[in-house]
């Protein structure tokens, strides 16, 4: 249920389109940039698994971009893998001081891509398709079972813990009542679809303390979902 998350940089549009339809096959959770300084801007809100950077960039250069994720801490073991067109062959040398991870060249092998990034994954932090799930001041240890709402830890019961779980591995998707039900409660379940309700409603008891945001987006007619601007917050 885990995704690891790719961040494509790349201001090619059909490429990007491509990039976006293998790696969600591939089970990948994707988000498209396409420009450089946009990328900055992101990556300080959120840190993907891995970042698939196009060397020429508006806004600022893929190299450019490399150089300020190493600089951060929270950036610095990003693996990158950085898309070159062949005529920039020359300056891979220096894009490879620059600290990217891997180079590959365009026009490229889809597999051959998909391969180098499942490898530099697996490489990079076995951990990392890990045990700790975060999302706003939301933090949950799947491993431990244990979920911490701003630094306090919050008790749930183990349907709520799995609920949570469920909508926080995909925040601001919006899972239907059947589709929670398929996923929390398993396929053979004889449940009701009210009893997602019920259950929703016990989480944001115990999730919601004070003045804090509810998390939980409910959408009329369709179902639930983390919310995605509670997560901007
Ligand atoms: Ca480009």
């Not at 990948?28 to 891995?50: C, K, N, S």
Request: contains cysteine.
């Amino acid at each position: 249920m885990m995704h690891p998350k790719v961040m494509v940089v790349e201001d090619e549009e059909a490429l990007s389109e491509l990039l976006k339809y293998n790696l969600v096959a591939e089970g990948y959770e994707v988000e498209i940039i396409d420009r450089g300084d946009d990328a900055v801007l992101r990556l300080r809100e959120t840190v993907p698994d891995l970042l698939l950077l196009d060397w020429m960039l508006p806004g600022l250069s893929g190299i450019e971009l490399c150089r300020r994720v190493r600089m951060r801490k929270e950036t610095q073991a990003l693996p990158i893998i950085m898309l070159t067109a062949r005529s920039e062959e020359s300056e891979r040398i220096r894009g490879l001081s620059t600290g990217a991870d891997d180079f590959v060249v365009k026009p490229f092998s889809v597999p051959e891509l998909m391969a180098r990034i499942k490898a530099m994954l697996r490489r990079s932090n076995p951990n990392k398709v890990s045990s700790r799930l975060k999302a706003g001041d939301i933090e949950i240890d799947k491993e431990l079972h244990r979920t911490h709402r701003n630094g306090r830890e919050v008790r749930l019961g183990p349907t709520e813990y799995k609920l949570l779980e469920f909508l926080m591995s995909a925040p601001g998707r919006v899972f239907s009542r059947e589709q929670l039900l398929d996923g929390v409660w398993g396929r053979n379940n004889y449940v009701d679809e009210r009893t997602v309700d019920v259950h929703i409603g016990r989480l944001r008891r115990s999730i919601i303390r004070g003045k804090e945001k509810d998390p939980i987006r409910t959408v009329r007619g369709l179902g639930y979902s983390l919310n995605d601007k509670f997560l901007k917050a």
